[in-house]
């Protein structure tokens, strides 16, 4: 009977404690309790003093502690009760361990303040190197970075139970709750580049079934209320290509799209591309819900005809699709987007797209009119499509390398396909206005390839779309300089230590040097591409720095991995390299500055990050240097800026380190003409993120990735202004 009430009570209290613990199997009856125990295994104290920036697990106690700081109560009574709450010290001073007294966590305790006398402490240390470094309070600045890379999504995704499919699309079933409400397409062009043949219903009756197949049965009837009309999604389309024409690397051929000819999966893909440069959280929410479905529906398509493989159609929506999970700033669609970049890469390679077409679409002449140029302008575009294309993805590649830290998928070697024609050529409205701007410029038969260019570094001419294979170029240099990271990462000598890394490095210089010399000037071409000239100086920096380890020590990884990098970074922070480095990041903030609004988007955000993140690591370890002082002492007008244009004293600066100060100028939109010290680095991080909110100053709903890294960015701050755990002994 005993037995029986035992087994019944612990079935009750079973039932009752539904919250478990993944790490000791404990069992709680309320969330909350939960998530407060879960604090306790990571460490995590997000409760923080505002008066001394103590932190706390739980909000209680730093209600407690608050009351120690109460100018209110009598002085006696808030001593009193200070004494009383205050947990043990880490360390006590050297004045009060000798007297055997209670000491407290402040730089100088108040019984040495009170007696006059020196307040030192024995501090921890770490042996690096011949140097010894102390850490008084490395777990606090740690765990700063630590969390804020935790929360961000450059951080690991941790999946649950509760990630899957239908967790992304029930988003479509909110929207169908009320379905008399209509769908607000704020933040799209009101006055599109081109107009687009309607969207026939049955195309949209195509893409809601594809919609219903990746869903729950019960989520069916509030999508089919919920599922955009015809209307909106040609809007949506019109608003794609609005933005679309104007990127630097275009690659699907707006003038002659057609809507109705295309597949669903094709129409959707650019549909939910179009909902991300809206300025609308519904239409965002739309974007990412059908976006679920165009990621699970083309990977059954090629299945179901593997034909499709080698369309064109079908290999832009995969593109198309895996870059809106890229730079989506959500953790899940993130890891799985890059995973599934492979497929179109090796789709598009087994499909000969990376060698040279057997044969090449025929130029027009002059006598050519009516059906016969029109076919001609259609085979051009198929032809220049397709080359596009190929170096669109290998631009995704190479951003998704630099952005994430990761191998390229892509080999540089292997691109034998034509770079882009000109800008005018792939705008021609029509095949009249195509053979009139082909006829008006002589063009070498042979088209440059990217590999051909950096075997020959040959000359780029206005034949070429300029904005463009600026890009490629880039990317490709960009091959080299991953090699060279790899390379000096596993051996693990210093850049320049024997003759053959010193040469590597001299030619990856050299090629960077001639791709300046051998492009047109911006007024040759009438354009300003703001994003080549960021990614420039970011491989620029790359190359002068171990980023890798920068983000370690920044609190990527656990605290064991800061300590490691640092003796590294202390060594590279007062070399001529780390000087070259930060002058680049420098200079990405400056071309960041010139984008055009909410443009700031996607791979730049994540590069205006590292940027930041390049300044604060060379900051923070000259810090631990003993070089703050030095340049505090240096008058403000005498110091270096960075994100100014090149002068002789920035090349004396780089090349000797004198002066010593330096400095980061406002952004354009704050009005401040004072230049901020790079040791400021609360006020650094302010700029950066200022130059973020200043691209989106008309947007009420930003992106999740520019949300996202703004806040990695301020908690990066935070983290740098408790940076006083290390000192010079």
Excluded at 245 to 263: L, V, Y
Excluded at 469 to 480: K, V
Excluded at 552 to 564: E, I, S, T
Aim: one cysteine or more.
């Amino acid at each position: 009977m005993e037995a029986s009430q035992e087994k019944q009570s612990s079935s009750v209290t079973s039932q009752r404690n539904h919250y478990q613990c993944s790490y000791c199997q404990r069992t709680f009856g309320r969330v909350d309790h939960l998530t407060r125990h879960i604090r306790s295994h990571l460490q995590d104290r997000p409760f923080r003093c505002e008066v001394c920036d103590k932190a706390f697990g739980r909000q209680d106690l730093l209600k407690r502690h608050a009351t120690c700081h109460d100018p209110s109560e009598p002085g006696s009574k808030r001593q009193k009760r200070a004494s009383a709450l205050a947990p043990r010290v880490s360390q006590a001073c050297k004045a009060c361990a000798a007297a055997k007294l209670k000491c407290d966590e402040d730089a100088s305790c108040k019984r040495c303040i009170s007696k006059g006398i020196p307040c030192d402490r024995e501090a921890r240390s770490i042996v690096v190197g011949e140097k010894r470094i102390t850490q008084a309070r490395s777990e606090t600045t740690d765990a700063l970075g630590h969390a804020a890379y935790k929360e961000s999504a450059l951080g690991i995704w941790e999946p649950t139970q509760r990630d899957h499919i239908n967790s992304n699309t029930k988003a479509l079933s909110v929207l169908g709750e009320s379905p008399h409400d209509p769908i607000i397409l704020s933040g799209l062009d009101e006055n599109p580049s081109q107009q687009f043949s309607p969207l026939h219903s049955s195309l949209r009756d195509q893409m809601l079934l594809l919609t219903l197949n990746a869903c729950k049965p019960e989520s069916k009837l509030a999508i089919i209320r919920a599922f955009p009309s015809p209307e909106i999604l040609s809007k949506l389309i019109q608003s794609f290509f609005t933005h679309h024409r104007n990127q630097p690397d275009s690659f699907i051929h707006g003038p002659s799209f057609e809507p109705n000819e295309q597949g669903p999966e094709f129409i959707l893909a650019l549909a939910n591309i179009a909902t991300t440069f809206a300025d609308s959280k519904v239409l965002h929410s739309l974007g990412f819900s059908l976006h679920e479905v165009v990621r699970v529906s083309l990977p059954k398509m090629f299945e179901q005809a593997n034909s499709l493989t080698r369309s064109l159609g079908a290999l832009q929506a995969f593109v198309l699709d895996i870059e809106m999970g890229l730079w989506s700033g959500l953790k899940r669609k993130m890891e799985i987007a890059e995973s599934q970049r492979q497929m179109p890469y090796t789709m598009l390679r087994r499909g000969g797209r990376f060698g040279r077409a057997h044969q090449s679409a025929s130029p027009p002449v002059a006598e050519d009119v009516g059906n016969a140029l029109h076919k001609k302008w259609l085979a051009w575009i198929e032809q220049e499509s397709s080359n596009r294309l190929v170096y669109y993805a290998f631009i995704m590649d190479t951003q998704v390398s630099i952005g994430m830290s990761t191998q390229p998928l892509l080999s540089f070697s292997e691109f034998k396909t034509p770079m882009p024609e000109s800008r005018d050529l792939w705008l021609a409205p029509n095949a009249e206005a195509w053979k009139t701007q082909y006829l008006r410029k002589e063009r070498h038969e042979n088209r440059l390839s990217l590999l051909e260019y950096l075997r020959e570094s040959a000359e780029i001419d206005d034949t070429y779309d300029i904005s463009f294979c600026r890009l490629i170029i880039l990317c490709g240099i960009w091959g080299m300089i991953w090699q060279g990271l790899q390379t000096h990462a596993v051996l693990g000598k210093p850049k320049h230590s024997d003759a053959a890394s010193k040469l590597r490095h001299q030619e990856i210089l050299q090629t960077l040097k001639c791709f300046v010399l051998n492009m047109p000037e911006e007024e040759e071409t009438h354009s300003h591409d703001a994003s080549s000239t960021l990614l420039y100086e970011l491989v620029q920096m790359h190359l002068h720095m171990p980023f890798e380890e920068v983000e370690l020590f920044a609190g990527k990884g656990d605290q064991n991995d800061a300590r490691h990098a640092l003796p590294l970074l202390l060594d590279w922070a007062s070399s001529e390299e780390a000087r070259k480095a930060i002058w680049h990041a420098g200079q990405v903030l400056r071309a960041a500055e010139q984008f055009a609004p909410a443009r700031l988007r996607g791979f730049y955000t994540i590069a205006l990050y590292q940027a930041n993140l390049a300044l604060w690591a060379y900051a923070v370890v000259s810090q631990v240097n003993g070089v703050e002082k030095e340049q505090s002492l240096q008058p403000t007008s005498a110091a270096v800026c960075l994100n100014g244009p090149d002068s002789p004293t920035i090349q004396r600066f780089i090349s000797r380190g004198k002066p010593g100060a330096v400095s980061i100028k406002p952004h354009s939109s704050q009005g401040d003409d004072e230049s901020i010290s790079l040791m400021d680095q609360e006020a650094i991080v302010d700029n950066v993120v200022g130059i973020l909110g200043a691209n989106f100053a008309h947007c009420e709903a930003l992106p999740p990735l520019v949300e996202n890294l703004q806040q990695l960015l301020g908690n990066l701050g935070r983290a740098a202004t408790s940076i006083r755990d290390y000192r010079p002994t």
